[in-house]
C-alpha cells in the first residue's frame, strides 16, 4: 500500500521559512516523480515543483521560483519542499504527489498518489 506522510507544515510570519517533508513508502518509486501542489480556499490545486527520484534539475511554478528549492534523500525515500522568503499569498494546503513522470508534471490529474496535505499559514 502507497503512503506518502507529508509534515512541516504551520503558522509563521511574512518572511520566514518552513520546510515540509514527504515521506515515501508501499512501492519503488525509481521511475516515479514527486510533486508539491497547494490549495488555497476557494482556489483550484495548483502545481508548485515537481522533482525525479532517478535525478534531474527540479521544475518550479514561476511565483515561487528562487524562493522554494524541492530536494529529496533516496536512502530515507523522503522529498523535501525548502520555503524561504514567504509571503501571505503562500498560504495553502500543500499536498505531495506521486506518479509516473511524464511532460505534464504540472497537471494534477498525472499523479497517482497523494498525501494527506500539511496546512501553510503565512501572516502579514
Known amino acids: 500500500q502507497v503512503q506518502l506522510v507529508e509534515s512541516g507544515g504551520g503558522l509563521v510570519q511574512a518572511g520566514g521559512s518552513l520546510r515540509l517533508s514527504c515521506a515515501a513508502s508501499g512501492r519503488t518509486f525509481s521511475n516515479y516523480a514527486m510533486g508539491w501542489f497547494r490549495q488555497a480556499p476557494g482556489k483550484e490545486r495548483e502545481f508548485v515543483g515537481v522533482i525525479r527520484w532517478s535525478g534531474g534539475i527540479p521544475n518550479y511554478r514561476d511565483s515561487v521560483k528562487g524562493r522554494f528549492t524541492i530536494f529529496r534523500d533516496n536512502a530515507k525515500n523522503t522529498v523535501y519542499l525548502q520555503m524561504n522568503s514567504l509571503k501571505p499569498e503562500d498560504t495553502a494546503v500543500y499536498y505531495c504527489?506521486?506518479?509516473?513522470?511524464?511532460?505534464?508534471?504540472?497537471?494534477?490529474?498525472?499523479?497517482?498518489?497523494w498525501g494527506q496535505g500539511t496546512q501553510v499559514t503565512v501572516s502579514s
Open positions: 504527489a506521486a506518479g509516473l513522470y511524464s511532460v505534464l508534471y504540472n497537471d494534477p490529474h498525472a499523479y497517482d498518489y
